[in-house]
């Protein structure tokens, strides 16, 4: 079985300041891909980015940056200097290769609320 | 063409009403999904195709009936459904199982 655990579920910041969103996740495969979703109030699910197992190499996108660490099973994501455009609902969410191919299942974690205040 | 689009964006309906909930895509994507998202909860699928055929079905209720016509389309027939049954239905794509899935912007759907 796989699990995903955001342990924050509301975080509240202002504007300007650089927040982390924490994102622990269980597996027994070797091969699984992890994935980064926002959702604005709009209710669309947003993919801002996944990373495969075996690629551990931290990524950054413009204010955006997530930090993978197979040794703690975490996949955190930064915001760095936050705006109120970043208020939104973001999912973890882990993803294993089944052995029949009947599907990509995605796991998703409980969500955490970002509220940014001007 | 770079979206998942999806139609009604809001539909309320009877217990006794028939509706279908109708998702597209243009990207060649051959994997569709259906979730369903409770207000405060993450999405949690409810069918996978691939190649236009049924791959998963996470054990969801008949009343319930999933449609893949072409490459392109995705319906989600409605019959006979409960009070519970009133929450977001989004609908996702992706180019091939373990790819990236992209979302449409959901139908919000109320059972009377």
């Known amino acids: 079985a796989q699990k995903v655990t955001q342990a924050q579920t509301e975080i509240s910041v202002v504007e300007k300041e650089d927040v982390t969103l924490d994102c622990v996740y269980e597996t027994r495969d070797t091969t699984y891909y992890l994935f980064w979703y926002k959702q604005p109030p709009s209710g669309e699910l947003v993919f801002l980015i996944r990373r495969n197992s075996f690629d551990e190499q931290n990524e950054i996108s413009g204010r955006y940056s997530w930090n993978f660490q197979k040794s703690t099973s975490s996949f955190n994501f930064t915001i760095t200097a936050s705006q109120v455009v970043d208020s939104a609902v973001y999912f973890c969410a882990l993803s294993e290769r089944r052995n029949n191919n009947a599907g990509n299942m995605l796991t998703f974690g409980g969500g955490t609320r970002l509220m940014v205040k001007p | 063409d770079t979206e998942v689009t999806q139609t009604p964006k809001h539909l309320v309906m009877g217990m006794t009403n028939k509706k279908s909930l109708k998702c597209e895509q243009h990207?060649?994507?051959?994997?569709m999904y259906w979730y369903k998202q409770k207000a405060k909860k993450p999405p949690e699928l409810m069918f996978v195709y691939s190649y236009e055929k049924l791959s998963i079905n996470e054990s969801v209720p008949s009343r319930f009936s999933p449609e893949c016509p072409n490459s392109s389309l995705l319906n989600l027939h409605l019959h006979a459904l409960q009070p519970e049954d009133s929450a977001l239905y989004l609908c996702a794509s992706s180019l091939h199982l373990a790819g990236e899935q992209f979302f449409g912007p959901g139908t919000r759907l109320t059972v009377l």
């Open positions: 990207m060649g994507h051959r994997a």
